[in-house]
């Protein structure tokens, strides 16, 4: 009964390659989020969705492309993979847009680009 | 600028001990602020929030403070215990582009011994 779910949960793949990162939340969520956490622990928003809008691009590299299918959804995929892309990623989501609504974290993603 | 950040990188207690973890904010606009507990391997867990119209806010063990003079932000956690032991972060809500996005401090590292 995880709450907010990803895959996977490792992830190491060589310069150049494509890859996703999906996201799944059972709340009943409105609304998704990606943060990026690098090696010194700082932890920054990417993107977030509403209804499967976008809401928040934090001028992402346009090699990040989330895509949201449907309300639970929120899957992001990255091309061109390079060595600073490496982090770990996690995906949240909260009830809707309201400023109190605390936002749940999955477990992240590591991704290591060789 | 947008940014969050904390005074000590780690902070070393002992068992039983009361801890005190510190956090300065730069956004004199943010009306609310959140403290998040990261354990090894997983993703952010809310502990507590406080709004601006607070200065002080308790839960079971834990106590947040905010002085909005100086833009300061407290954790204090009594009786610190081994399963304390975690990366805490402030975060702020920052209004931008009409949305609500949530913004992280660098983190401490909080470590208990026995």
């Known amino acids: 009964d995880t709450a907010v779910s990803q895959t996977p949960k490792y992830l190491v793949t060589q310069m150049g390659n494509d890859k996703s990162i999906k996201c799944e939340q059972n709340l009943g969520h409105d609304t998704m989020y990606w943060y990026k956490q690098d090696s010194k622990k700082f932890l920054k928003i990417m993107f977030s969705y509403n209804n499967k809008e976008l809401i928040i691009n934090e001028t992402v590299p346009n090699r990040f492309s989330p895509k949201s299918p449907d309300k639970a959804h929120l899957n992001l995929h990255i091309n061109s993979l390079e060595l600073g892309d490496s982090a770990v990623y996690f995906c949240a989501s909260s009830q809707d847009l309201r400023t109190d609504n605390e936002q749940f974290f999955g477990p992240g993603t590591r991704l290591t680009v060789l | 600028g947008e940014s969050v950040g904390l005074h000590l990188p780690t902070l070393s207690v002992q068992e039983g001990d009361n801890s005190i973890i510190n956090c300065a904010y730069s956004?004199?606009?943010?009306?609310?602020f959140i403290w998040y507990k990261q354990e090894s391997g997983k993703g952010p867990q809310f502990i507590i929030d406080i709004r601006s119209n607070m200065d002080k806010r308790q839960g079971q063990r834990v106590t947040v403070l905010l002085n909005k003079t100086v833009k300061h932000l407290s954790l204090q956690i009594a009786a610190t215990q081994p399963g304390d032991s975690a990366v805490y972060f402030c975060a702020e809500i920052l209004l931008s582009g009409g949305y609500n996005k949530l913004i992280f401090g660098a983190g401490t590292r909080l470590a208990v011994h026995p």
């Open positions: 956004n004199s606009a943010s009306d609310y």
